[in-house]
Nanobody, 117 residues
Framework: QVQLVESGGGLVQAGGSLRLSCAAS????????MGWYRQAPGKQRELVAA???????NYADSVKGRFTISTDNAKNTVTLQMNSLKPEDTGVYYC???????????WGRGTQVTVSS
């Protein structure tokens, strides 16, 4: 199993920035990709950004040009830099680890991001 611990959420005004970090521990050798998902009240959890071990990156259309995902393999962390935040970015942000098709994904407990207008 993989344990994921998020940090960096909070309250920010529209147009502001936040930086989320996620530290992975445990069976990290199984990690194929890491990413961030978010869930707004009353909505389904959605992919925000993901990065594979080979460096391939995928962003949700709604965050392209504003968010940047990166990894520090030496520290087993993934970071999401969020700029030009909008109220619609509000939600609980979850760190995710893709462990391949034969193992369930790892999930963090989530960190709240609130963007006020």
């Amino acid at each position: 199993q993989v344990q994921l611990v998020e940090s960096g959420g909070g309250l920010v005004q529209a147009g502001g920035s936040l930086r989320l970090s996620c530290a992975a521990s445990g069976s990290i050798s199984y990690i194929k990709a890491m990413g961030w998902y978010r869930q707004a009240p009353g909505k389904q959890r959605e992919l925000v950004a993901a990065i594979t071990n080979s460096g391939r990156i995928n962003y949700a259309d709604s965050v392209k040009g504003r968010f940047t995902i990166s990894t520090d393999n030496a520290k087993n962390t993934v970071t999401l830099q969020m700029n030009s935040l909008k109220p619609e970015d509000t939600g609980v942000y979850y760190c995710n680890a893709d462990l391949g098709v034969f193992r369930p994904d790892g999930w963090g407990r989530g960190t709240q991001v609130t963007v006020s207008s």
